[in-house]
């Protein structure tokens, strides 16, 4: 199997330039509509990208593996941006993903008809023009976690390092200082918790994001 050296996790400036598309908007966007105003930013330092890759076939012919669609951009393909960047901001609770009915815009009509043949596109577009579609749009999340979520974070980290526990016993200097004790380790958990999910993240995408 023949591999890119390219990032195998989400960048500083592609942060940055796809929160300055969310923002500019205002309003929910398709992964497409995103990538689309994305790659027309220009970035504040352009990629070097890494050098193409040579495979040898079995019959000795040479085939050069192509690179992503905009290999200078730090948004380099729709399916970097789609498993690397935004699952990042999601994950870090900076955005979500939500299904809604609208109609499309003309780049996602266009894109739902690209592997269509002539007779079947203009089938295709004619139902789908000025209808309201299934569709999954990112923004900006304006809310906290859920308080269920929240319980189950304080529920994870606290158990383990006496959150809950009766103090009644101690006294009361005694009671203060567990109290300042059980907090640190909490913090220090959730530290540890959320280093662990983001080494999950950046390994589980590694794989999906070589070739991108």
Do not use: C
Not at 117 to 129: E, F, L, M, Y
């Amino acid at each position: 199997m023949s591999l890119y050296a390219w990032t195998p996790y989400v960048t500083a400036e592609a942060l940055r330039i796809v929160r300055n598309v969310m923002k500019s908007t205002g309003n929910p966007m398709s992964t497409k509509e995103i990538f689309k105003l994305a790659v027309a930013q220009k970035p504040q330092k352009p990629i070097d990208p890494p050098p193409p890759i040579i495979k040898v076939r079995k019959d000795g012919s040479i085939k050069q593996i192509p690179y992503p669609s905009h290999p200078e951009h730090p948004i380099r393909s729709v399916r970097y941006l789609k498993q690397v960047v935004l699952p990042a901001m999601e994950h870090s609770l900076e955005i979500e993903k939500f299904h809604t009915k609208a109609a499309l815009s003309q780049t996602e009509i266009e894109g739902r008809l690209a592997s269509l043949s002539k007779s079947a596109n203009k089938a295709k577009q004619a139902a789908i023009s000025g209808t309201l579609q299934s569709v999954w749009l990112w923004r900006f999340r304006s809310e906290p976690p859920p308080q269920q979520e929240k319980e189950e974070l304080e529920k994870l980290y606290g158990e383990e390092v006496g959150v809950g526990r009766d103090l009644s016993h101690l006294s009361k200097r005694r009671r203060a200082a567990r109290v300042k004790k059980v907090e640190k380790a909490v913090k220090f958990m959730r530290s540890v918790q959320l280093a662990r999910k983001t080494g999950i993240l950046r390994e589980g995408s590694e794989q999906s994001t070589l070739r991108s």
